[in-house]
């Protein structure tokens, strides 16, 4: 079984320049996250998609980041315009839905280092 | 507000020697605990968790957690440390507040440092 996949896995764009990442779920997984690590800080949340909605975007750290999930399948995060403070890894995770509503792990990819410079 | 602390950001131990990676947290009602890894350019491979149960729980590549209530920790171990569980490890607890999403809050993560 396929893994959850990212793509670029990784970016290095100028500030004020566009960026959008890619995310392939696991087949089947329903719950689509998507997190941030900062150099050296903890691991954030950005927000979660139930199939094509989005459930919780209270993580988006502003108007410049737009994440769709166009027929619950992939999704995509663009960052635009890119600011420096956006470097960092961006992590996409999948999970399905438990019997006891979300009690299972999440599956990781494994990431997509953005530098913006 | 639900929050997870990881005290070391590094931790160095001799191949075959036990280790202990600490993690504690602070959540309204009964958690829901995970440990994560992280090696080289690779992403999060999920370890183990607590649900509820025995306070011991196996997981992955002969780790264990130990769940302890009364400390409010989920402590990583294993009896015999390898050079190859050189990583960086992440503990986490499932977001309950508004409502149980499966959203996860992790800690800063923890450099383990095995040495042979």
């Known amino acids: 079984e396929a893994g959850v996949t990212q793509f670029p896995s990784h970016s290095v764009i100028e500030k004020g320049q566009t960026v959008t990442l890619r995310c392939d779920p696991i087949s089947g997984h329903d719950n689509l996250y998507w997190y941030r690590r900062v150099m050296g800080k903890e691991i954030k949340f950005l927000l979660h998609?139930?199939?094509?909605?989005?459930?919780?975007e209270s993580g988006m750290p502003n108007n410049r980041f737009l994440a769709e999930r166009t027929g619950g399948t992939y999704s995509t995060l663009k960052v635009q315009p890119a600011e420096l403070e956006d470097s960092g890894v961006y992590f996409c995770a999948s999970s399905q839905s438990g019997a006891w509503g979300n009690t299972g792990e999440l599956f990781f990819g494994e990431g997509s280092r953005l530098t913006v410079l | 507000a639900q929050s997870v602390a990881q005290p070391e950001d590094q931790v160095n131990v001799a191949e075959g020697n036990p280790l202990t990676v600490k993690c504690t947290y602070s959540?309204?009602?009964?958690?829901?605990l995970f440990w994560y890894v992280q090696y080289p350019n690779r992403g999060l491979q999920f370890l183990l968790k607590y649900i509820t149960g025995d306070n011991l729980v196996k997981g992955s590549y002969g780790f264990e957690a130990e769940f302890n209530k009364s400390q409010t920790s989920f402590h990583l171990k294993k009896p015999s440390a390898l050079v190859s569980d050189s990583a960086l490890y992440f503990c986490?607890?499932?977001?309950?507040?508004?409502?149980?999403?499966?959203?996860?809050?992790f800690g800063q993560g923890t450099t383990l440092q095995v040495k042979p």
């Open positions: 986490a607890v499932r977001d309950l507040i508004p409502s149980n999403t499966g959203k996860l809050i």
């Open positions: 959540v309204s009602g009964n958690p829901y």
């Open positions: 998609f139930v199939k094509e909605s989005k459930q919780d």
